[in-house]
Nanobody, 114 residues
């Protein structure tokens, strides 16, 4: 079955960086578009980035554009999110999502605080 496992979250100071990973299995990773979403405390789910297949065209929400970079390694069936210039408002649980079956991971917590 489809499995998505996020990792790499943690506590970071404002202005810092983190790289999230999402290890995928159970589907043909290279054939599927993928996204990162997040849910902050007391907030709804927010889409933040998507990467397509093939050439890997990427898209970002305005809230993260210029600070976050999405990438994929099809050979490793892994999705990444490089986050820099982190702000307290980036505090959230981050999820990866695949568009073939509509599956989510369990999420990884990112906390930006001094």
């Amino acid at each position: 079955q489809v499995q998505l496992v996020e990792s790499g979250g943690g506590l970071v100071q404002p202005g810092g960086s983190l790289r999230l990973s999402c290890a995928a299995s159970g589907f043909t990773f290279s054939n599927v578009a993928l996204s990162w979403l997040r849910q902050g405390p007391g907030k709804g789910l927010e889409w933040i980035s998507e990467i397509l297949t093939g050439g890997g065209s990427t898209y970002y929400a305005d809230s993260v554009k210029g600070r976050f970079t999405i990438a994929r390694d099809d050979a490793k069936s892994t999705l990444y999110l490089q986050m820099s210039s982190l702000k307290p408002e980036d505090t959230a649980v981050y999820y990866c999502y695949e568009y073939q079956f509509g599956s989510w991971g369990q999420g990884t917590q990112v906390t930006v605080s001094s």
